[in-house]
């Protein structure tokens, strides 16, 4: 038997399928030793460990964690021995938040249910929707909240409500104007309470192609929203549905916590659920090692053009080839086939952009047509789409289209891979 290290980490179970990969090194103690870069460690409740082989010595694993921290544990490899390296991460304040807690949505349960206050962030975005109803000791009173009423689905979003100037109409909408009937095309469905026993201030919601898991079902159409309103906030969610048959979960903090987004979406694909999450910190060469099979992607992109255009972000923020590639025609099929898709166009607009003699005409009807399209799903395509809309200060058109894409930005939770927008914050102490 060869020398090798097993390395896996180890979440809450929950009694389902929580698998995930994320990616770690493995550092020589032997400043002569050979370390291994960007290896994969597959996450879950009793995931099958990956085998490395090295050569006998002492190590430092590492795992590189979606939320940008990093774990770490010793191991000694003895010959002809495969020595387990268990990173654990069942401390998830609810058996079924660990797949949050792996992406770094909520906080550890020692932190969770301390006794402690949690300090109140200086930053606005990185507070609770219900902080200026807090207690002194950072409690939030029952009365503050109706989780009957909390979050509403839209399933069938009418296409005019994408605009840019419709999002930012929105965000004018004065308090106690409901906003849902503005952007959905028929019924908007309010969700009942999660039933899970404990999670009252950090209720999960969870979608399937269809809509929501056990929740009231309707007309799906080719963008869903999630509204969620809590103590006068309210926030604009974006649901990357259909993922294939995988599942979406949308984690609503009202508890205050150190660990950033009130509220967080999460793709439950074991293969590239936690790449999203790196690519919405910038960690795109990271993620890349998970967006292995991006030629697949983009081939199968009538199946999911939303993982195909995920794929693309990463694959044009990592590889620089300056000249004609073999996925360019891919590029234009997913930005073609898919009208209601503004992250296609963008993801083509900038390609041609970035080329060594760059197609300027052809980007900027690209950027304009993306502009067009309505917002993206993506929030790293808003940042695009300034950056590409920046190249034509002189464009009267593009100039006008910049300044409605910058204000929408400011209302958007850049930490997030899909687009959220803080359309209301309940008043301040």
Same mark, same amino acid.
């Given at each position: 038997?060869?020398?090798?290290?097993?390395?896996?980490?180890?979440?809450?179970?929950?009694?389902e399928s929580?698998?995930?990969?994320?990616?770690?090194?493995i550092?020589?103690?032997?400043?002569?030793?050979?370390?291994?870069?960007?290896?994969?460690i597959?996450?879950?409740?009793?995931p099958?460990p990956?085998?490395?082989?090295?050569?006998?010595?002492r190590?430092?694993?590492?795992?590189?964690?979606?939320s940008?921290?990093?774990?770490?544990?010793?191991a000694?490899?003895?010959?002809?021995?495969?020595?387990?390296?268990?990173?654990?991460?069942?401390?998830?304040?609810?058996?079924?938040?660990s797949?949050?807690?792996?992406?770094?949505?909520?906080?550890p349960?020692?932190?969770?249910?301390?006794?402690?206050?949690?300090?109140?962030?200086?930053?606005?975005?990185?507070?609770?929707?219900?902080?200026?109803?807090?207690?002194?000791?950072?409690?939030?009173p029952?009365?503050?909240?109706?989780?009957?009423?909390l979050?509403?689905?839209?399933?069938?979003?009418?296409?005019?409500?994408?605009?840019?100037?419709?999002?930012?109409?929105?965000g004018?909408?004065?308090?106690?104007?409901?906003?849902?009937?503005?952007?959905?095309s028929?019924e908007?469905?309010?969700?009942?309470?999660?039933?899970?026993?404990g999670?009252a201030?950090?209720?999960?919601?969870?979608f399937?192609?269809?809509?929501p898991?056990?929740?009231p079902?309707?007309?799906?159409?080719?963008? =869903?929203?999630? %509204?969620?309103? $809590? /103590? &006068? #906030?309210l926030? *604009?969610?974006?649901?990357?549905?259909?993922? +294939?048959? !995988?599942?979406?979960e949308?984690l609503?903090?009202?508890?205050?916590?150190?660990?950033?987004?009130?509220?967080?979406?999460a793709v439950?694909?074991?293969?590239?659920?936690?790449?999203?999450?790196?690519?919405?910190?910038g960690?795109?060469?990271?993620?890349?090692?998970?967006f292995?099979?991006?030629?697949?992607?983009?081939?199968?992109?009538? =199946?999911n053009p %939303?993982?195909? $255009? /995920? &794929? #693309?972000?990463? *694959?044009?923020?990592?590889?620089?080839?300056r +000249?004609? !590639?073999y996925?360019?025609?891919?590029?234009?099929?997913?930005?073609?086939?898919?009208?209601?898709?503004?992250?296609?166009?963008?993801?083509?607009?900038?390609?041609?952009?970035?080329?060594?003699?760059?197609?300027?005409?052809?980007?900027?009807h690209?950027?304009?047509e993306?502009?067009?399209?309505?917002?993206?799903?993506?929030?790293?395509?808003?940042?695009? %789409?300034?950056?590409?809309?920046s190249?034509?200060?002189d464009?009267?058109a593009?100039?006008?289209r910049?300044?409605?894409?910058?204000?929408?930005?400011?209302?958007?939770d850049?930490?997030e891979?899909?687009?959220i927008l803080?359309?209301r914050?309940g008043?301040?102490?």
């Amino acid at each position: 038997m060869s020398t090798a290290l097993a390395v896996r980490l180890l979440l809450s179970s929950t009694g389902e399928s929580n698998e995930a990969v994320i990616v770690g090194d493995i550092h020589s103690a032997d400043p002569e030793g050979e370390s291994l870069r960007n290896i994969l460690i597959p996450c879950g409740s009793s995931p099958e460990p990956s085998s490395y082989p090295v050569p006998p010595g002492r190590y430092l694993v590492s795992a590189a964690l979606p939320s940008g921290l990093v774990l770490t544990e010793n191991a000694v490899a003895v010959e002809g021995r495969e020595t387990p390296v268990d990173f654990v991460m069942t401390d998830s304040p609810y058996e079924t938040h660990s797949w949050q807690y792996l992406m770094g949505n909520i906080e550890p349960g020692s932190v969770y249910h301390a006794a402690s206050p949690v300090p109140l962030p200086e930053s606005v975005a990185s507070r609770s929707m219900v902080a200026h109803v807090a207690r002194a000791d950072g409690e939030i009173p029952e009365s503050a909240v109706d989780l009957t009423g909390l979050a509403t689905w839209i399933g069938d979003s009418a296409p005019a409500s994408w605009s840019f100037a419709s999002m930012l109409a929105l965000g004018e909408t004065p308090p106690g104007v409901p906003l849902a009937p503005r952007i959905s095309s028929g019924e908007p469905r309010p969700l009942p309470a999660p039933d899970a026993a404990g999670e009252a201030v950090t209720p999960l919601y969870r979608f399937g192609p269809g809509g929501p898991l056990g929740g009231p079902a309707g007309p799906v159409g080719e963008r =869903q929203f999630l %509204l969620v309103e $809590a /103590a &006068g #906030s309210l926030r *604009l969610v974006t649901l990357p549905l259909p993922w +294939g048959a !995988t599942e979406v979960e949308v984690l609503v903090n009202l508890r205050q916590s150190p660990t950033g987004s009130a509220v967080a979406v999460a793709v439950r694909d074991p293969a590239v659920g936690a790449g999203l999450a790196y690519m919405a910190q910038g960690a795109l060469d990271t993620a890349a090692r998970l967006f292995t099979d991006v030629e697949a992607m983009l081939y199968s992109k009538f =199946q999911n053009p %939303l993982a195909a $255009a /995920a &794929g #693309s972000y990463v *694959l044009i923020g990592t590889d620089h080839s300056r +000249g004609e !590639t073999y996925w360019d025609p891919w590029l234009e099929r997913l930005d073609e086939g898919f009208p209601w898709l503004a992250d296609g166009a963008i993801l083509r607009a900038t390609r041609l952009l970035r080329r060594p003699s760059p197609d300027l005409k052809e980007a900027r009807h690209r950027l304009t047509e993306a502009f067009d399209r309505g917002v993206p799903f993506y929030t790293l395509g808003l940042s695009w %789409l300034i950056d590409g809309l920046s190249a034509f200060p002189d464009d009267p058109a593009c100039v006008r289209r910049l300044g409605e894409v910058r204000r929408l930005s400011w209302l958007a939770d850049m930490r997030e891979p899909f687009l959220i927008l803080d359309l209301r914050q309940g008043s301040t102490r």
